[in-house]
């Protein structure tokens, strides 16, 4: 074929694409934009056939590598072998012979908690086991309030906040909890323990530092886990250590890009009820730019005049604290938990917060329930200080009386912790698990002498994202909750029925372990 007839045929071949092209819809509209683009810039033009052919590329490759890859290739029988071999790790560990025990003898409540509560064998005990501290479970103006939300709005939202679970009173909850701390605005999650461990990740990311009390709780420790920062421990409402620990991570942070830095610790230790210095603890947070994160689960609705929490108790502004976290399932008797801080704070929380998002809101009925409960707490603040009186009474039959054991929570903390003597133990050489044996037959001494109290129980520490060990140890003790329920007198009575228990079980050990205290 000649050079020609190649040229003409290319030509008419070049047409009939054209005209059968132009057929198309749209056709025009396409080669008008390609024919303006190549006059005004042909680069332009390129570099779109390139994206585009791209693109084509892309959608046609395969999703993963077709090419063999590097591995040992099994046979079906070692296949089996390996299935038949594997055995996964049980959810949940066993149990061990002393917790078995404790089961069996784990005193039943029927009916209604109460100050003085009927168990299952017909008993009726005083109870200093619950967070009832203000009698508000029996109060007949929250369950009126409680019963009518019932009955208008059912028992449960059915439906995560952001979608169609949001009502009125949780918007009323959040406004009066806000109110009440003094912040621009609150957020309430459905799930006291999911609300700090889901707005540490909300916040702090891979890379960012997290700055923690070694001895947080549980819920704590599962938010850093999860948020899978880096984390550095300072000993216990060591204000100090603390300073040197936020030296040492700017020190070494010079020289990096920036990242986000927070402090997360509570306002009374859950482990060992004790109180944080916050004014020192602000003044640390705002010399070195850091965040703070301050859960006070179990000081909202306990410290200050009004139960406002450790802020009013210490004087402190709370739009000093980046986040104040705190439970309504405690003092409040309520259910749920809540953030308060700024606009900001709080609406990112609403998008980026997993418990938030992905859980049911919390039932209108425990949202009524938390405003009623803080009306009750700011208008009727003699409540505090009769909870307080009691404190004082039981805190005189317990803690400058006995020769055992000794009170680490604050003075106004109604969950007293009560442990064992440094004395009693090093003299002894008690183990954990032996002082965790002790203290659950001073409960059992207790619960037959007709008061019911236990034990301070928590999950085992899990490892810091950096891969050391957390080597705090919890301590094991006896808790205490005092409630307005019972009189002065009551609590006196009450007092006295613990210690001589205490005295008898100790008193009446004959091993080595467990010899008389030396009394000087």
Known sequence: MEFHEVSKFAEESIHEIAQRFQKLPGSAILIRYIQSSYQNDPVRSAIELILVIFFVRYLLSPSYPTHSGNFVKLTEDEIDELVDEWNPEPLVAPSTAFEEAEREKLPVIVGATAPKSRLSNGRTVMNLASYNFYNFVGDEQVKEKAIQTLRTYGVGPCGPPQFYGTQDVHMKAEAAIASCLGTESAIVYAHAFSTISSVIPAFCKRGDIIVVDRAANYSIRKGIQAARSTIRYFEHNNMEDLERVLQKVIKDQAKKPLTRRFIVTEALSETIGDCVDLPKLVELKQRYKFRLMLDESWSFGVLGRT?????????????????????????????????????????????????????AALPAMLATTVCETLNLLQSTPDILVQCRENIKAMRAQLDPRSDWVHCTSAVDNPIMLLVLKPDIVNSRR???????????????????????????????????????????????????????????????????????????????????????????
């Not at 406002?308 to 104040?324: I, K, S």
């Not at 008061?451 to 810091?464: A, E, G, Q």
């Not at 609590?491 to 004959?510: D, F, M, N, P, S």
Request: glycine share 8%; proline share 4%.
């Open 307 to 359: 139960g406002r929490g450790l802020t009013e108790a210490q004087n402190v502004d709370p739009l000093q604290v980046d986040m104040l976290v705190g439970s309504l399932a405690g003092p409040l008797c309520s259910g749920g938990g809540f953030c308060a801080g700024t606009k900001d704070v709080v609406e990112h929380q609403r998008i980026t917060s997993a418990s938030y998002t992905f859980s």
């Open 430 to 520: 008690l183990s954990i698990e032996e002082q965790e044996r002790v203290l659950q037959e001073c409960v059992d001494e207790t619960l037959a002498n007709g008061v019911l109290i236990t034990r301070l129980k928590s999950m085992p520490l899990s490892p810091s994202s950096n891969g050391k060990e957390n080597d705090w140890k919890l301590q094991p003790a006896l808790k205490i909750c005092i409630t307005t329920g019972l009189t002065k007198k009551e609590i006196e009575k009450a007092g006295v029925t613990i210690r001589h228990a205490i005295t008898k079980v100790l008193t009446k050990k004959t091993s080595s372990k467990l010899a008389l205290p030396n009394v000087i």
